[in-house]
């Protein structure tokens, strides 16, 4: 049975209008129009009273190592990856990418696996996998361990380009492959981004002709932005088509630096990310990766060193932070949460926008920007 979504905020074509409806027809958006049309073309949809409140599409992470307390290098199963959708779900996410940072070939190869399985039994939400690293360097290693670091070959690309369900993301460090390496992986139907490297402004360039689309977690593990060498940095904004990932929880990067960021380069070539770990919807205040001690401390993830590793932070608060943070007003938020990463993962003819024909991805948001209700593929969820 259809169902009508109205008297709400319609976040449609990056702006909120009233006086529009919303159908819902199996997974996908039927129609979206003024009230009294929509009714009138489906006349046996069930009304679903907004009260009001925001309409939004839902939020796509393209970089979540774990929530709900289990990490994804721990365990790279479908109980893993449905667990941490699970946990992201209440706040927002309704499309994820399950992300393995350094590791062995063999448990990129399990991982891989085990996200190709999650979308074959329908796992809520998966839509690839991001594989961060080992191919990265040293110098930018964050906290990422350098002993899973190895050189890209050519048995490296065949496993990392056999996924054929979903999207493979790839973070690499430029300078540590080869222009032909990284036009090898999008050949085969990779996503690649440049991050943790040490790269130089040329080196950067010459990765981007190669093939890279975007910037892992813009500014974080990676050259920056001198008088005299643009490094990465200032290659990412001097670039106007790749994407840039950003961690807006106020640790990770100055907020003034984001707003400078922002003026450089349009900002649907920004997509909010969250780097999550496993505390995020486990209340716990510490959790181990690959043997260390990480504490949770007033939303900051730290190792001994007070080395940051990933984050605590979910999707609505960074549509929250980016609005209040950033000074940007609420579509463009959201746009960076759902329209920017769609887009950048190839996905902008089927999600991340109000529209119809697109997923039934959608959010109604409460005025502290929770998630009061949301649906992914056009089935209601239950947040936990």
Same mark, same amino acid.
């Given at each position: 049975?259809?169902i009508?979504?109205? /008297?709400?905020?319609? &976040?449609?074509?990056?702006?909120?209008? +009233?006086?529009?409806?919303?159908?819902?027809?199996?997974?996908?958006?039927a129609?979206?129009?003024?009230?009294?049309?929509?009714?009138a $073309?489906f006349?046996?949809?069930?009304?679903?009273?907004?009260?009001g409140?925001?309409?939004?599409?839902?939020y *796509?992470d393209?970089?979540?190592?774990?929530?709900? =307390?289990?990490l994804?290098n721990?365990?790279?199963?479908?109980?893993?990856i449905?667990? *941490?959708?699970?946990?992201?779900r209440?706040?927002?996410?309704?499309?994820?990418l399950?992300?393995l940072i350094s590791?062995?070939?063999?448990?990129?190869d399990?991982?891989?696996? $085990?996200?190709? +399985?999650?979308?074959?039994?329908?796992?809520? =939400?998966?839509?690839?996998?991001h594989?961060?690293?080992?191919? #990265?360097?040293v110098?930018?290693?964050?906290?990422?361990d350098? /002993?899973?670091?190895?050189?890209?070959?050519?048995?490296?690309?065949?496993?990392?380009?056999?996924?054929?369900?979903?999207?493979? &993301?790839?973070t690499?460090?430029?300078?540590?492959?080869?222009p032909?390496?990284?036009?090898?992986?999008?050949?085969?139907?990779?996503?690649?981004?440049?991050? !943790?490297?040490?790269?130089? !402004?040329?080196?950067?360039?010459?990765?981007?002709d190669a =093939?890279?689309?975007?910037?892992?977690?813009?500014? /974080?593990a990676?050259?920056?932005?001198?008088?005299?060498?643009?490094?990465?940095?200032?290659?990412?904004?001097? /670039?106007?088509?790749a994407?840039?990932g950003?961690?807006?929880?106020?640790?990770?990067?100055?907020p003034?630096?984001?707003?400078?960021?922002?003026?450089?380069?349009?900002?649907?070539?920004? @997509? &909010?990310v969250?780097?999550? @770990?496993?505390?995020?919807?486990?209340?716990?205040d510490?959790?181990?990766? +690959?043997?260390?001690?990480?504490?949770?401390?007033? =939303?900051?993830?730290?190792?001994?060193?007070?080395?940051?590793?990933?984050?605590?932070?979910? @999707?609505?608060a960074?549509?929250?932070?980016?609005?209040?943070?950033?000074?940007?007003d609420?579509?463009t938020?959201?746009?960076?949460?759902?329209?920017?990463? $769609?887009?950048?993962?190839?996905?902008?003819?089927?999600?991340g926008?109000?529209?119809?024909?697109?997923?039934?991805?959608?959010?109604?948001?409460?005025?502290? #920007?929770?998630?009061? +209700?949301?649906w992914?593929?056009?089935?209601?969820?239950?947040?936990?």
């Amino acid at each position: 049975m259809p169902i009508l979504l109205y /008297n709400g905020r319609i &976040l449609a074509e990056d702006a909120f209008h +009233q006086g529009l409806a919303v159908v819902i027809d199996g997974d996908r958006i039927a129609a979206v129009g003024p009230e009294a049309a929509v009714r009138a $073309a489906f006349p046996e949809a069930t009304d679903h009273d907004l009260n009001g409140d925001p309409l939004v599409p839902g939020y *796509i992470d393209t970089q979540v190592n774990g929530g709900g =307390g289990v990490l994804f290098n721990d365990a790279p199963t479908v109980e893993t990856i449905a667990r *941490i959708g699970a946990a992201h779900r209440r706040f927002g996410t309704t499309g994820f990418l399950p992300t393995l940072i350094s590791d062995d070939l063999s448990v990129i190869d399990r991982a891989i696996d $085990a996200v190709e +399985q999650a979308m074959a039994e329908g796992v809520p =939400g998966v839509l690839g996998i991001h594989v961060e690293g080992p191919f #990265l360097n040293v110098a930018r290693k964050g906290i990422h361990d350098p /002993n899973k670091f190895r050189t890209l070959d050519a048995e490296a690309v065949r496993l990392l380009t056999r996924m054929k369900a979903g999207r493979t &993301l790839i973070t690499l460090a430029p300078e540590m492959t080869s222009p032909d390496m990284i036009a090898a992986l999008v050949a085969g139907g990779a996503v690649v981004a440049a991050g !943790h490297t040490d790269a130089d !402004h040329a080196t950067t360039r010459t990765a981007l002709d190669a =093939g890279v689309t975007g910037f892992t977690h813009l500014f /974080n593990a990676m050259s920056p932005l001198t008088s005299r060498e643009p490094g990465v940095v200032g290659a990412a904004l001097e /670039n106007t088509t790749a994407w840039c990932g950003i961690i807006v929880d106020g640790h990770h990067v100055d907020p003034v630096v984001l707003k400078l960021a922002l003026r450089c380069r349009p900002a649907d070539r920004f @997509m &909010l990310v969250t780097d999550a @770990m496993p505390s995020v919807n486990a209340g716990s205040d510490h959790f181990y990766l +690959q043997g260390r001690r990480i504490s949770v401390k007033d =939303g900051a993830c730290l190792d001994e060193r007070g080395v940051l590793a990933g984050s605590d932070l979910d @999707m609505a608060a960074a549509v929250r932070n980016a609005r209040d943070l950033l000074d940007l007003d609420l579509p463009t938020a959201v746009m960076m949460a759902s329209a920017a990463p $769609a887009a950048f993962l190839g996905l902008e003819r089927e999600r991340g926008r109000i529209a119809p024909g697109f997923a039934a991805d959608l959010l109604i948001l409460n005025e502290d #920007l929770s998630v009061a +209700q949301s649906w992914i593929d056009g089935a209601p969820v239950r947040h936990v």
